[in-house]
C-alpha cells in the first residue's frame, strides 16, 4: 500500500507560480513512476505530467511541457510539480499518484494504482 498527500494548491493571479508537493508514505519502495493529473470543472482528468521514481526519466503534456517540472526529494518521498507562467485554464484541482510496473511511464490515468486527494488550484485572470 502507498498513501500519497498532496498540498500547496491555493488561489494565484494569471502569470504567477505554484509548487505543489506529494508525500508518499507507505510501500514506497514498489514505486515505478508518479505522476501528476489535473480536472477542471465539468472536464476529464487530464494527464500533466510523470516521472520515474528513479529520477531518470520525464514525461509531460505537451501543453504544459515549457511551464510546468517535476522535481523529487528523495530524503522526504516526496514530489514537485513546480508550475510558472499560470493561466485561467490551469485552474483543477490536481492529483498525484503512483504506478508500480515499469518499464513505461503511463500517461493514462487507468494506469496509476494510488491516489491522493487531490489539491485545489484557482488560477484568477
Known amino acids: 500500500q502507498v498513501q500519497l498527500v498532496e498540498s500547496g494548491g491555493e488561489l494565484v493571479q494569471a502569470g504567477g507560480s505554484l509548487r505543489l508537493s506529494c508525500a508518499a508514505s507507505?510501500?514506497?519502495?514498489?514505486?515505478?513512476?508518479m505522476g501528476w493529473f489535473r480536472q477542471a470543472p465539468g472536464q476529464e482528468r487530464e494527464f500533466v505530467a510523470a516521472?520515474?521514481?528513479?529520477?531518470?526519466?520525464?514525461a509531460y503534456a505537451n501543453s504544459m511541457k515549457d511551464r510546468f517540472t517535476m522535481s523529487k526529494d528523495n530524503a522526504k518521498n516526496a514530489v514537485y510539480l513546480q508550475m510558472n507562467s499560470l493561466k485561467p485554464e490551469d485552474t483543477a484541482v490536481y492529483y498525484c499518484?503512483?504506478?508500480?510496473?515499469?518499464?513505461?511511464?503511463?500517461?493514462?490515468?487507468?494506469?496509476?494504482?494510488?491516489w491522493g486527494q487531490g489539491t485545489q488550484v484557482i488560477v484568477s485572470s
Open positions: 499518484a503512483a504506478h508500480m510496473v515499469g518499464p513505461n511511464i503511463p500517461v493514462s490515468e487507468t494506469r496509476y494504482d494510488y
Open positions: 507507505g510501500r514506497t519502495d514498489t514505486i515505478y513512476t
Open positions: 516521472a520515474t521514481w528513479s529520477g531518470t526519466r520525464q
